[in-house]
């Protein structure tokens, strides 16, 4: 996402924001109740009986950890990140940072039917990121039959195959799952309602799910501005998929109401602008069309966008493959792309060697620099200020650029699971970035790059 | 004499399957409406794909310990994975929040006793059982 920018001012900038405040509050406010009914219920309820022994599951803790470090190697001054919410330089000691990160879980079952969860996920994210985020999902859960699930709270985006399990790194092959494919997505949690139907279609398991909520994100800004907050409301998809003997198919779509704030870079550069406006009607159309592309993509409001995926798995011993595509459009640079990766493992015993291959392709093209700006200009301002502009055009011209992702890469590993509960799993990344691509790296510019990524993780469940 | 060679050969090749072969018992409660189950039942119900048996009971799945034989050679022939496969495969499950895998027994004695108390129960031995309180539903044979 637009790394460049910077975020406040969201009542002035955001026309939803005090909507989506209120709809948030309600969404927490009924799962709360909803806890809070629980939890009266089970106080007076008797101890279960002999007959429903297990039934009643005492509240069960789990969790999941990956300690890691990489080697990069960039022919730009970037820095690689895993994630757009991590910081602009996130790795910290021995580049430690960027991979390692631990999860808790508490689940408790009252009865068949219902159940509370929570977990929470420690990691590097960016500086002003607020506390409550660590919350990935608290959620009260009802089964009204067994095919037929409800949840309630904090529960997942689940657009994507990985959507909901990113962070859960002993639960898939490589080190991190594509970079070109999730890096982009910062949303980790959406707080809402979700409904999933499974049915069985001969040797099949159908599995369909509808969710509707409101996601929030912090993303990184330059040093001295406030971080970006990314709100994606009215979040709404559908969910599809099949399961049967190792194979997944899964389609999903998915539209939301997407806006960032403003930063206070994103707002001298909006204001610097505004003689275009007020002379709009004295100026060549097309001056006025590039003055007003910049300024909504400095801090685009509300746009609505939209997510389609596709995603296939096959595993079956030996072999584990994974590929998925997603095109996203809307009126936001960088998120508008298409996406995709391929993967294909080999078990052999303990030992899985594995390849990946990705791409991001930008669906949106590069601004070019304002050209006759000063031409246009300089009869109604004077040639410094007409200069001036042209400036303040170019610099936020490129700077929108540097938000852009285009890039591919390869990927070579190997996962040793060396106990059933811990793996070890060494990864080579070839990045190649194509110039106006670097939207996915921390401190991206306009420029191409080529980067080799060495990574070593231990990934573990408890 | 090639006769008593003959059947001193023929005893060793049946020992030895006898030892090879180490059959898995799928076992319910006695009072359970449930008879037999199909080896795809068994596998939907422990990984997850479905909480209830076929007439809509609620089943209640119960393990036995990871590091075991039994536990080993029960996932191997139910559904070929190793124990750091569904290691794998339950992460994403639960750390979704889309369902919990079995609960853990300590041993096969305990399994014994918690499947004949409890009417929902569902598990598995690896020997045949004696006890009145449960009934065996399936019988997995595992590979040689």
Request: hydrophobic letters at 40%; a neutral charge.
């Amino acid at each position: 996402m637009s790394k460049k920018r910077g975020g406040r001012n969201l009542s002035n900038a955001d026309p939803f924001a005090a909507q989506a405040a209120t709809q948030h509050r309600g969404l927490v406010g009924i799962g709360l109740i909803s806890l809070l009914g629980i939890a009266a219920s089970l106080w007076g309820s008797p101890a279960p009986a002999a007959e429903n022994e297990g039934a009643v599951r005492a509240v069960q803790f789990n969790g999941f950890g990956t300690v890691g470090s990489l080697a990069s190697e960039i022919t730009q001054p970037w820095h690689f990140r895993r994630d757009s919410d991590q910081p602009n330089d996130a790795g910290g000691y021995a580049n430690m940072l960027i991979d390692s990160r631990i999860g808790l879980q508490a689940n408790y079952m009252p009865s068949p039917q219902w159940e509370l969860l929570g977990q929470v996920v420690a990691k590097q994210r960016e500086q002003d990121t607020p506390v409550s985020d660590m919350l990935q999902w608290a959620f009260v859960s009802y089964e009204p039959a067994a095919d037929l699930k409800i949840r309630l709270g904090r529960t997942s985006p689940d657009v994507f195959l990985l959507a909901d399990y990113r962070d859960v790194g002993f639960a898939y092959p490589w080190v991190r799952p594509s970079v070109e494919f999730y890096g982009w997505f910062p949303m980790h949690s959406i707080d809402g309602i979700d409904l999933t139907k499974i049915w069985a279609g001969g040797a099949a398991t159908w599995r369909a799910k509808a969710l509707y909520g409101y996601a929030g994100s912090t993303l990184p800004s330059p040093p001295g501005d406030d971080p970006i907050k990314l709100r994606a409301q009215d979040f709404t998809g559908v969910t599809v998929s099949r399961e049967s003997n190792g194979f997944t198919a899964k389609l999903s779509y998915a539209i939301s109401r997407v806006s960032v704030s403003r930063s206070a870079q994103a707002n001298q550069a909006i204001q610097a602008l505004s003689p275009i406006e007020m002379l709009a009607p004295q100026l060549p159309a097309q001056v006025v069309a590039e003055e007003r592309q910049l300024v909504q993509q400095e801090a685009p409001t509300g746009a609505w966008s939209r997510y389609f995926g596709l995603a296939l798995a096959y595993d079956h011993n030996p072999w584990t493959a994974q590929a998925e595509a997603s095109y996203v459009s809307g009126d936001i640079f960088p998120e508008h792309a298409i996406r995709s990766y391929a993967s294909l493992g080999y078990r052999i015993r303990s030992f899985t060697p594995f390849v990946m291959a990705s791409r991001v392709w930008p669906r949106s093209r590069p601004l070019s620099a304002p050209t006759d700006w000063a031409a246009a200009l300089t009869p109604l301002i004077g040639a410094p200020d007409a200069q001036a502009l042209q400036q303040v055009g170019t610099l936020s011209a490129i700077d929108i650029n540097a938000t852009l992702q285009n890039q591919r890469s390869v990927a070579l590993g190997l996962r040793w699971d060396f106990s059933a509960r811990t793996a070890l799993k060494l990864q080579w990344d070839y990045y190649h970035v194509y110039a106006n691509g670097a939207g996915l790296w921390g401190d991206g510019t306009t420029a191409a790059a080529y980067a080799n990524i060495f990574s070593a993780t231990i990934d573990f469940v408890f | 004499m090639p006769s008593l060679t003959n059947t001193l050969i023929a005893g060793l090749l049946t020992l030895g399957s006898a030892c090879a072969r180490a059959d898995i018992y799928v076992i319910v409660n006695k009072s359970s409406p449930v008879h037999s189950l199909k080896q795809q039942e068994v596998q939907d119900l422990y990984m997850g794909h479905t909480h209830s048996f076929s007439n809509g009971d609620y089943a209640l799945c119960f393990d036995l310990p990871r590091d075991g034989v039994a536990y080993a050679a029960f996932y191997r022939t139910l559904t070929g994975m190793s124990a750091a496969q569904l290691g794998s495969y339950w992460a994403r499950l639960m750390f979704t929040g889309q369902t919990l895998p079995p609960q853990h027994l300590p041993s096969e004695d305990e399994m014994l006793a918690v499947v004949g108390r409890n009417p929902s129960a569902i598990g598995y031995l690896s020997r045949q059982p004696t006890d009145q309180n449960v009934r065996v539903v399936l019988v997995l044979k595992t590979p040689d």
